[in-house]
């Protein structure tokens, strides 16, 4: 493709997925719960941090999901990044299925907002901002609690079950339509 067709704005939406999906990213299941208290969650890959002072991150959510007004009437959330083990994980948290947290083990953290065990490290937030951008809404929260594998890392860096351990501190990445795993597609 001529780079000339793309600086004019000559360009379908397929081919920019096919542009953005050269960036590889983390692949995280944002969670919530409904005004009946009842989990909601699902996959994404549009994580980022925002601000370190307050501390803030983003998401973002196509206006369609069905699981937007859980998010937008929560007080809430947890970004729940998911490790390289957890790859069924994040296709369950993708499905259109309705119980998503079928045998999917949780904690609840403030306000009952569900954290997925084995996550690589989890931003449980209060909703600081919602911006409607184009399709999407963009959601950022105000960081409350955080952690991370902090036991799984530091086996890793002293080589007890090497391989083991590189799937529970290595994130799940997302490249080109495919989920990874250590540079190993799934």
């Avoid at 809430?76 to 083990?105: C, E, K, T, W, Y």
């Avoid at 989890?122 to 809404?137: Q, S």
């Avoid at 391989?163 to 290595?170: E, I, K, N, V």
């Amino acid at each position: 493709m001529e780079p000339s067709a793309l600086l004019q704005g000559d360009f379908s939406s397929r081919q920019l997925r096919d542009a953005l999906g050269m960036f590889a990213t983390g692949v995280t299941v944002v969670t919530t719960v409904d005004a009946a208290g009842v989990p909601v969650g699902l996959t994404i890959n549009s994580f980022s941090a925002v601000s370190l002072e307050p501390p803030l991150i983003l998401w973002s959510l196509v206006n369609t999901a069905g699981s937007r007004d859980a998010f937008l009437n929560s007080k809430g959330f947890v970004v729940n990044v998911l490790a390289a083990h957890q790859h069924d994980l994040a296709m369950q948290f993708a499905s259109r299925s309705p119980d998503r947290f079928l045998n999917v083990p949780i904690t609840r953290g403030t306000g009952g907002l569900p954290l997925l065990s084995g996550a690589l490290a989890w931003f449980e937030c209060k909703r600081y901002a919602e911006h409607l951008a184009g399709d999407h809404t963009i959601f950022i929260g105000q960081v409350q609690r955080v952690g991370h594998q902090q036991a799984a890392a530091s086996a890793a860096q002293n080589g007890t079950d090497h391989d083991r351990d590189l799937t529970l501190t290595t994130p799940l990445l997302f490249h080109r339509g495919i989920l990874h795993r250590h540079g190993f597609n799934h």
